[in-house]
């Protein structure tokens, strides 16, 4: 119970160290003073899609000293992950560990389900917890980086 109330808004984000799918190294402490979109997300998953416009758009329209996104998948098939991250012009950071649901950074988030999107402000806490997909949901995820941009 501990774990899933230190996961609500306006606590501490849990911190992960882990590589990422290219062998670098990846610690959010690096990233105390931006934002970061955690998005949880599958090659399987059709309700993901509906969110890839919106990162991407966050992806261009805001810089790296401001906005990091991280993509955490849940594949186990390597190269079908790097052709989807390819085909989807993914260009932000994606870690994997090819465990599936049993990936560190999905336990440490108790995500259940996909796409999840956590959003932690620039003090290193959860803003944010966007999930379900769908239509819609890449706006409010776009909403939610801008209003914290703004701040």
Known sequence: MNELDNLNVGQLAP?????DIDGNHIDLADYQGKIV???FWSTTCGWCKFVYPALRN????YSEDKVILIGISSDMDFDALRAAITEEQFTWLQICEGN?????VFKLYNVDRMPIEYIIDQDGKIAFKL???????????EEAVRSLVTR
């Open 15 to 19: 911190q992960f160290r882990l590589s």
């Open 37 to 39: 979109v955690l998005h």
């Open 58 to 61: 966050i992806a261009q329209e």
């Open 100 to 104: 599936g649901w049993k990936d560190t």
């Open 131 to 141: 999930g379900g997909g769908g239509k819609g949901s890449g706006e409010k995820v």
